[in-house]
């Protein structure tokens, strides 16, 4: 298969050919303003070029929407989630270079405020944050690097703060490293290729602690991933990068972190969080700095959840023809299921696949099922199948004391009853029940006006 390449500089000027990153040339402030703007078109990429007390340009929404995503890798959806599951069942081994343009500008000590836009996302927030940065650290006992997105909140100077969620891998290597008595070596990277950003993205069973995410970003990439050695740490890092923090997450030194938007919209609790210390960073000469956004971080693993979960359902109920992750449930929550009942047999499946699918991906709190005459990806649609072809007396299935996300306020911490919808028709339904077509037509062949001269 053909693919384009997937360094952050050319997935910014595919969305810039498509005419998809819209440059902003006003000064903005870092303090709210830059973000708010972003909030308000979350679904364009946006490039700032007046960034009020720097130099470093911004970059924000760029996997803000599917039409983004669809750009950057010049492909439609079905052959994104294929392209990407390949990448992760068949890894790529990266390769080490000597020197590469992340490298070019080298700074040791930082004041990090001096030299870095962070923003203040909104009112309530800690301090200045770092969201689109991946964090690498690497398994001292099996050399496994291990790619992840984790927020930091500046504290002062060269320090930061880092949250690290119960849970996660990189909580793992640091608790490692703390009983040891160690700090941890990291390294923080912004505007990494695509690969890289994909692969940091994903979590849980896809990609288990022993895979190394180099290997898949570069499988992901279908191209060696280089990378170059960190100057300070014992880590190697992407050469084609924007920017490049080094430094080491304490074993003892706390400080309290948040609150901070989470990407349910809502903020999160203040808590005690390790302390980071910069020791170095380097950038290209004319660095971008990437920031992510609340709906960004969905989007980001929905092609990848929906791959998963797409391959877990068709196991269990062949009937299944597609799946979709709704935006409103955060690409993460709500899941719709398009099915074709062929014949008899078919009957019965469509509920095992809203179990699959809850087995396959234990966020999700809400799955509805329906033919596959109805289009998953419109709300509309799939809301004229609930009004429809649905009896709450027969297809309503409760799932009492399930495991959901932490995050979930009515959740109690995480725990819920899941729902799943049964929307299809059964097999076989002899009423009246045929969508009555509309015939097509083409408006271009038509001269129309909205000139109000009157009627």
Known sequence: MDHPDFSFRQALQRLDAAGLLLKVADQVDTDLELTSVLFKQPERAM????????????????????????AI?????????????????????????????????????????????????????????????????????????????????????????IQLDLGRDLRHLWEQAKAKGERLPIAIVLGADIGVQYAAGIMGAQLPRDMDEYHVASGICRAPLELIDCKTVPLKVPANAEMVM???????????????????????????????????????????????????????????????????????APCVTDVALTEGGLYRFHLHIAVKKEKAADEGYQRNAIFAAIAALKDLDLIIVVDDDIDIRNWTDVEWALA??????????????????????????????KLGIDATLPYGFAKRHIRVPIPPADLSKYSTSLDPSGI
Not at 99 to 122: I, K, T
Not at 132 to 139: E, F, L, P, Y
């Open 388 to 417: 429809t072809r649905f009896d709450a007396s027969k297809g309503l299935i409760q799932m009492p004391g399930s495991r959901g996300h932490e995050y979930v306020p009515i959740s109690e911490e995480g725990v819920r009853t």
């Open 246 to 316: 080094e430094g080491y997450i304490s074993a003892d030194e706390e400080v309290e972190e948040g609150p901070f938007m989470e990407f349910i919209g809502m903020y999160s609790d203040v808590s005690p969080s390790p302390i980071t210390t910069i020791e170095c960073l380097y950038h290209r000469e004319d660095p971008i700095w990437h920031v992510i956004m609340t709906k960004e971080s969905p989007i980001l693993r929905k092609h990848i959840l929906e791959g998963a979960v797409l391959k877990a359902v068709q196991a269990s």
């Open 47 to 70: 490039m700032f070029n007046n960034v009020k007390g720097y130099d470093t340009r911004v970059v924000g929404n760029v996997l803000g929407s599917e039409e983004n995503v669809l």
């Open 73 to 161: 890798y010049q492909m439609d959806v079905a052959t994104i989630r294929n392209f990407i599951t390949e990448g992760l069942t068949n890894p790529i081994a990266p390769k080490h270079v000597e020197s590469g343009p992340v490298q070019a500008v080298h700074r040791n000590n930082p004041d990090l405020l001096e030299y870095l836009p962070l923003p203040r996302y909104a009112p309530n927030d800690g301090g200045r944050y770092i969201s689109g940065g991946v964090v690498i650290a690497k398994d001292p006992d099996t050399g496994v690097f291990n790619a992840s997105y984790h927020r930091f909140m500046h504290v002062e100077g060269a320090k930061l703060a």
